[in-house]
Every structure is written in structure tokens, then in C-alpha cells.
């Protein structure tokens, strides 16, 4: 998105163009850029937002990581019958031909040209962990002076993110993207509200400034769109000086006069509760999705472990936070926190899940698995969470999410509560990154709880293909996990509470059931009849608590008394 680079140098010597700042290879009718052409897409690198651009159902807004360049990008959002498609109308010269080009990442991606006055083109890529660029050409009629450019993902597919669009070619008359001038340095830098590992910031919103970096005794920690900030992860009771600087596609200002604050004296956690031989795990929605809205106090005292959902991730690689949606009802946060303490006095163990559908959290360096652990670490601390559950899926890197539950484990202590919640692709075998991330944290891990819904057919241990929705679906794959590596103690069933708790995997509590005595006991078996039992199986896992409660509690009163009966 920082194209000032190639403003600069688009005339060297009255005919070379460069589009170095773009990533951009330009070519002209005879292989080579024109002198005149420009990139006719205005706001390109969604550096003003999603102005110029419009996403179909609301499904596009700017968002400042990740990012390829500049301090935008757009993120799109696929759902139900929509497949958030963004256009731009861009003006054209007849008789002409363009290069069109985009930045992607995350789900399913796809970019075209349409009314082009001949033949219209597009391009895509399945889902990427990087960014990855779609090129493609057209050649515009003979009366044609505008097209529509458009990006979109696919139905059912994760969120998708453009930077740094492309649409080079002759001038059609309506110009490029003015140069941005670099802003001034933000004044009015304040800190605010601070606790025992955070510190609100805020200051005066800068002229032309597009976002903002945050620095924490001269390092960057946080990029931002507003004027305001809380920079977490910070140790309990320390000073820490902070400056921020103002940005745009022109460059960085200066720094700000620095502020100082003082976090809170923090209170240890404690190691909580010990987990039952034999635990109900269940899921607590921080959201309103049309389950019924919950409390944690409301939650059913069936459930031993509940994973709060979910964390946030900020700019920082790794890092997390968690922001309490006034949509659950409480007053406070420090009400939540009580909740939160009388839930492990009545021997429950209440963690932080990360992940989930739509949370994607990048750990794939030893800076970003730091960053990790300080930041559920300083969680734990702040709101008194048991552990952490890794529920991440877009894709894990394994060496370097076991660096992060190492230092997160050496941190919190052997009462720690781990939990994972794979999909059943990524436990098929121990070669996946899930398992791998599971078999080298084995000795701090509680269970494993694989999601046992929205799966399409898959392996079981014994080599057969089974179809979700029976007894043999969750024994034979289970079997995988315990013949895999896994103590018994490490395996739990995860399935949905209700018909409405996931679009497809549902079983009847009574199926659960027979699955956990098949494990465990040699009874209630399908036609996959496991070649041992395993006794002190875990238990079982359920999206989610408010889809439970939504049903009656049927779930969690069928499944939970035999989960606690279990041998």
C-alpha cells in the first residue's frame, strides 16, 4: 500500500515505470510499461478505509493487520448465500489494455474484471496462510471508458483479505491516487484507565493519518486505526513510557512526547481446581448469536471445564486479548471476574479459548510465541482464567505453538489447564500439525477434544471411512488419538449441543453415551469394535454451553451424570 515509492519513480529519464512498492511487474502492449500508465484503482491499498470500494451485505471493512503494506488492508467475510464480493468502478480508456493484480490471504480468494467491452476475466487461489498474488489481463472495448473490478471468497469459506489492488493501464481520465503527505506527530498523548497488565492510551486524532503506531519504551508494540489504544501484556506494577507516531501511505511521523503509567499490583491466579478424572467441557459464548445469552453463573454445574470464547488477537503477532461483549449482560468486568472466582470455588476450571471460527491468531515465530504466552499469562492474571484452549483453525505451526504453551506453562505452573479443540482433519494422523502440537506438549496437556461435526467422512484408526453422525464416527477416529500417542486421559468427544449448534454432526445424547461406554467399557459398539477399551477416557466436549441452554440443558443433564460415571 505504500506507493510512494513508485510515484517517485514512475519518470526515469521521461519513460520507465516502477512499481516497486506494489510488488507490481508491469507490462504494456509490447512487454514493457507505458510512460503513461497509471494504476487506475483509487484507494488501492485501503488506506482510507473501504471508500471506493463496495462489499456486498456489509461483508468488507479495513483492518490493520494483516496488512502487506501501509497500515490497511480489507478483510471480507463470507456468510450464508453471500460471498462477500467487493467492486470498484474504475475509469478506462477505450481500445486499451490492463494489468490487473491483487495481494491475498486467508480463505478462498477471487479477482476479476467485468463490462469490459470484450472478453471478461477473473482469477482466484484456495485458502493461503501468505500473501499471494492474483494477476490476470483485459483489453477493453472500443466504446469502453469504465469497468468494475471486483474481488470475492466462496460460500463457506474463512475470510479473505486484499492489499495493494492494481489496475495499470493508460489514463482513462480520472487520474490515480493523489500522493499523501506524511502527517505530524500526534499531540495530547495520554494514559488512561491501567491494570495489572494493561494500559489504556489515548491522544488527539492526527491530519491525514491513516493509523498509528504505539511504542513502549522505544519499541513498536501495537498498530492502530483510531486515536486510542490499551497496550497489554505489560508485568504488574511497573513504569513503562510510551510515544505514538502517526502513519499513511507516505510514511511515518515523528514520535510524540512520551507519557509514563504504572500498572496495578497483580494478584496471582493460583493453580485453580484440579480437572475429575472424568470432565464435561463446554463452551461459553462471549457473543450473541441467537443461543441463549448467558452468565458464566448461569452456566450448568454438569460442566467441569468452561472455555470462555473467545480471545482476540491484536496487531502484534501472537499476542492476544480479551474484550467482554456488552451483549452476555454483565455490569462490569470485575463482575464477570466474580463470576469467574465463584465458578472455580465450586471446583470449576474456567480457561480462555483462542480461535474459534472466525479468530485467527498468528504464531509462527519465537517472537509471536513469546508474545503469546506474556499475553494469555497477563489474562490469567488479570481475570483469574485456569489455562488456555487452542481451538486456532486456519492453520498452526507446531514448533512454534509448542514454544508458546512451554513458555506459558514455565510461567503459570503445573496446575495449568491446556485443552485443544482440532477438527477431525488434522487429527487423521500424527504427521498433522495438531497432533504434532499435541504429542510435544503431552506432559502439560489436559485433553483433547476433537470437533466431531462439520466433518465430512474421514479414516478410522482401522482404516475404514466412517460418516459423522454415529457411534463408529466417534469411536474409530477417537481410536486414532489413543493408539496415536495420547494417554487415554487426553481424549475427549466433542459434539454439539443441539441441532443448532453447528451446521452439520449432531447426535442424539443417547449416541454420546454409547460411544464413552464402547471406549471405555467394550459395550454399546457399532460395527467398529475398538481392539481395547480405555477406562479413564476423558470425557466429552459440547458447543456450546448457550446452545445448551437453548435446548433445555438436555445435553449437559443426558451426557454429564454419565461422563461422572464413567469407570
Request: contains cysteine; charged residues 10%.
Amino acid at each position: 500500500m505504500d506507493r510512494t515509492t513508485t510515484r517517485a519513480r514512475r519518470w526515469i529519464g521521461g519513460a520507465l515505470a516502477l512499481a516497486v512498492g506494489s510488488g507490481l511487474v508491469l507490462v504494456g502492449g509490447a512487454g514493457t510499461a507505458q510512460a503513461a500508465d497509471v494504476n487506475v484503482a483509487k484507494n488501492a491499498g485501503f488506506e482510507s478505509g473501504i471508500a471506493n470500494w463496495t462489499c456486498s451485505a456489509g461483508s468488507g471493512a479495513a483492518v490493520s493487520s494483516p496488512v502487506r503494506t501501509g497500515s490497511g488492508a480489507l478483510r471480507a467475510t463470507p456468510a450464508g448465500q453471500d460471498h462477500a464480493k467487493c467492486t470498484q468502478l474504475v475509469t478506462v480508456k477505450p481500445n486499451s489494455t490492463y494489468r490487473l493484480s491483487a495481494w491475498v490471504q486467508g480463505g478462498y480468494a477471487y479477482l476479476g474484471a467485468s463490462g469490459t467491452g470484450t472478453a471478461d476475466v477473473s482469477t482466484w487461489t484456495p485458502d493461503s496462510s501468505s500473501w499471494k498474488q492474483l494477476t490476470t489481463t483485459f483489453t477493453t472495448g472500443a466504446s469502453t471508458t469504465s469497468v468494475t473490478v471486483y474481488t470475492h471468497g466462496w460460500y463457506g469459506q474463512a475470510a479473505y483479505h486484499v492489499d495493494d489492488v492494481s489496475v495499470l493501464g493508460p489514463d482513462g481520465g480520472g487520474g490515480t491516487d493523489p500522493d499523501p503527505v506524511v502527517p505530524a506527530a500526534p499531540a495530547g498523548l495520554a494514559a488512561g484507565t491501567v491494570t495489572s497488565s494493561s494500559v489504556a492510551l489515548s491522544w488527539n486524532a492526527a491530519s491525514g493519518a491513516t493509523g498509528y503506531n504505539v511504542y513502549r519504551g522505544g519499541t513498536k508494540v501495537l498498530s492502530v486505526s483510531g486515536p486510542s489504544a490499551t497496550v497489554t501484556g505489560l508485568a504488574a506494577d511497573t513504569t513503562y513510557q510510551f510515544q505514538v507516531t502517526a502513519t499513511n501511505a507516505a510514511g511515518e511521523s515523528a514520535k510524540s512526547a512520551t507519557v509514563s503509567a504504572r500498572t496495578s499490583t497483580g494478584t496471582n491466579p493460583g493453580p485453580g481446581p484440579a480437572v475429575p478424572k472424568h470432565a464435561l467441557t463446554g463452551y461459553w459464548q462471549n457473543f450473541d448469536n441467537g443461543a441463549t445469552v448467558q452468565k458464566l453463573r448461569d452456566v450448568q454445574a454438569q460442566y467441569d471445564i468452561i472455555a470462555v470464547s473467545f480471545a482476540d488477537s491484536t496487531a502484534t503477532p501472537g499476542q492476544i486479548v480479551f474484550n467482554l461483549d456488552p451483549a452476555v449482560g454483565y455490569a462490569s468486568v470485575a463482575d464477570f471476574k466474580a463470576d469467574i472466582a465463584a465458578k472455580k470455588a465450586a471446583g470449576k476450571s474456567v480457561i480462555i479459548s483462542v480461535g474459534g471460527e472466525k479468530g485467527n491468531v498468528t504464531i509462527n515465530s519465537d517472537a509471536s510465541a513469546t508474545a503469546f504466552a506474556n499475553s494469555a499469562y497477563a489474562l490469567m492474571q488479570e481475570y483469574g482464567f485456569s489455562g488456555v484452549d487452542i481451538d486456532l483453525e486456519h492453520g498452526i505451526n507446531s514448533t512454534y505453538l509448542t514454544k508458546a504453551l512451554r513458555q506459558l506453562s514455565a510461567k503459570a505452573g503445573s496446575g495449568m489447564v491446556l485443552t485443544m479443540a482440532p477438527q477431525t482433519i488434522d487429527m487423521q494422523n500424527t504427521g498433522t500439525e495438531y497432533f504434532k502440537t499435541a504429542l510435544a506438549v503431552k506432559d502439560i496437556l489436559t485433553v483433547v477434544n476433537m470437533q466431531y461435526y462439520n466433518s465430512g467422512s474421514m479414516l478410522g484408526c482401522d482404516g475404514r471411512v466412517y460418516s459423522q453422525g454415529s457411534v463408529d464416527f466417534l469411536t474409530a477416529l477417537a481410536c486414532i488419538q489413543l493408539q496415536g500417542g495420547l494417554d487415554a486421559s487426553q481424549v475427549g468427544l466433542g459434539v454439539p449441543a443441539s441441532t443448532r449448534g453447528a451446521g452439520s454432526g449432531y447426535v442424539d445424547p443417547s449416541i454420546v453415551k454409547n460411544a464413552l461406554d464402547c471406549l471405555t467399557r467394550g459395550t454399546g459398539c457399532g460395527s467398529f469394535k475398538p481392539p481395547q477399551t480405555w477406562p479413564n477416557l476423558r470425557g466429552a466436549m459440547t458447543w456450546s454451553t448457550n446452545w445448551d441452554a437453548t435446548a433445555g440443558n438436555a445435553w449437559s443433564n443426558a451426557v454429564g451424570p454419565h461422563v461422572h460415571n464413567l469407570p
